[in-house]
């Protein structure tokens, strides 16, 4: 099984503060959950500890959206939660 990144996702990823890292082990050991249009989604809670955005904050959770494309997973956008 692979993970690919779709532009859209990439581009997220900087603007909401995850990781590629963190996209991948979600998808390897997150939760799933149905999403809109068939496709999968994934989350996960990490660690964080460290400031976002002028605030200081403990955990923070990435949710992505993926389709499936074979054995293989495209993630389409990524969304970020910190608290």
Request: no cysteine; charged share 25%.
């Amino acid at each position: 099984m692979s993970v690919r990144l779709h532009p859209h996702a990439q581009a997220r990823l900087i603007e909401r503060g995850a990781t590629e890292a963190e996209v991948i082990a979600t998808v390897e050991s997150g939760t799933t959950f149905p999403a809109q249009f068939g496709r999968t989604g994934f989350r996960r809670n990490f660690s964080f500890n460290a400031e976002w955005q002028g605030k200081v904050y403990a955990m923070k959770k990435v949710e992505e959206i993926a389709a499936p494309e074979g054995e293989d997973w495209m993630i389409i956008t990524v969304i970020v939660k910190f608290f």
